[in-house]
């Protein structure tokens, strides 16, 4: 069979669209299903993260389906994402420990402000380029670790894994715990010229 076919993930903030392109570049069929937003408080913005997968998996079945093709005639799939956008979940369940904190929340400013004020920022902008913000993943991280609880103790054992969206859907997709360079940039715990994640941050 012959593989002719690429799926195009495009997983953003309010929902999914799926395309299936030909070896000519062309859209055959596009998919879209819109995701939930939830508002706990106000300037916290969250999404189910297992909800943004449910999305993913309705628009890649219904776009194989109406194309009427076979899974094993797609080569290849490429992801992009609404990328700060941060997600833990346990490694052996695969369930999120918390619903995914979406990159416009505000929930963090004041621990961005404490370590602008303890000159961190300085030190995140030598290593990663970016401003020190709750826009970006890093202090997402932090706040899920200092909030729900024995999160941090199972993060220290090693049950824990963190992604930004791509690396959620690959994890669903493959059982790879990766991602890429672009998207580990946007984290504020990526050191951008070692190309390493940084211990210190």
Known sequence: MTKQYILSIDQGTTGTTVLLINHDGQIIQKSY????????????????????????????????????IEFLQIAGI?????????????????????????????????????LENNNFDKIVREKTGLVLDAYFSGTKIAWMLENVSGLRKRAENGEILFGTVDSWLIWKLTGAHITDFSNASRTLIYNIFEKKWDNEL
């Not at 999305?55 to 776009?63: A, E, L, Q, T």
């Open 78 to 114: 490429g992801i992009t994402n609404q990328r700060e956008t941060t997600i833990l979940w346990d490694k052996n369940t695969g369930e999120p420990v918390h619903n995914a904190i979406v990159w416009q929340c505000r929930r963090t400013a004041p621990m961005c402000e404490k």
């Open 33 to 68: 299903r819109e995701i939930q937003q939830i508002y706990p408080k106000a300037g916290w913005v969250e999404h189910c993260a297992l909800d943004i997968w449910e999305s993913v998996k309705f628009c890649i079945h219904d776009c194989v389906k109406q194309a009427n």
